[in-house]
């Protein structure tokens, strides 16, 4: 009679570690979209093209065209008027939805982010993939989605 004890013990421990596994998860992808958001927007007028990209890795291809086309403007002004932007969350992210497909873990995570220097605020929409990107960091921003508003 000592196996249904085990088993039930072993089964309550996974059931305690997974959901704890997936907050931790989470917290982190969270915290990396915060990161890489903030990162990507922090820019001067001083950084050539090939600074700006060195945060694409980060990011999908379409992904990548898709911030590329919505910021060019921004790129530009920021170098007309020789600003340095000083991005900053105006909340802390927001996880919309979480699940797999196929076998890979998602998560689409809404965060919004100031850009003072600017007057705007971003609403970014994002789809992030746990993946193995090139640069070793675990996860990639699959697809993204923006809409700017005048900051208040």
């Keep these: 009679m000592r196996a249904p004890s085990f088993i039930l013990s072993f089964t309550l421990m996974l059931m305690l570690i997974s959901p704890l596994s997936m907050a931790d998860d989470n917290t982190e992808v969270k915290a990396w979209v915060e990161n890489v958001l903030i990162s990507t927007l922090a820019i001067s007028y001083q950084e050539s093209d090939e600074d700006i990209r060195k945060v694409q890795h980060y990011y999908s291809m379409n992904a990548w065209d898709g911030l590329s086309s919505f ?24 996880i919309l939805e979480t699940g797999y497909v196929s076998g890979i873990h998602y998560w689409r995570i809404a965060q919004d982010i100031i850009i003072p220097e600017l007057d705007v605020e971003i609403n970014f929409i994002v ?4 993946a193995k990107p090139m640069d070793g960091s675990r996860f990639v921003i699959q697809s993204i989605s923006m809409s700017k508003n005048k900051s208040q």
């Design 71 to 94: 910021l060019g403007d921004k790129v530009d002004v920021v170098r007309e008027k020789q600003l340095e932007l000083h991005p900053s969350p105006q909340a802390p992210p927001n």
């Design 127 to 130: 789809a992030v993939l746990e």
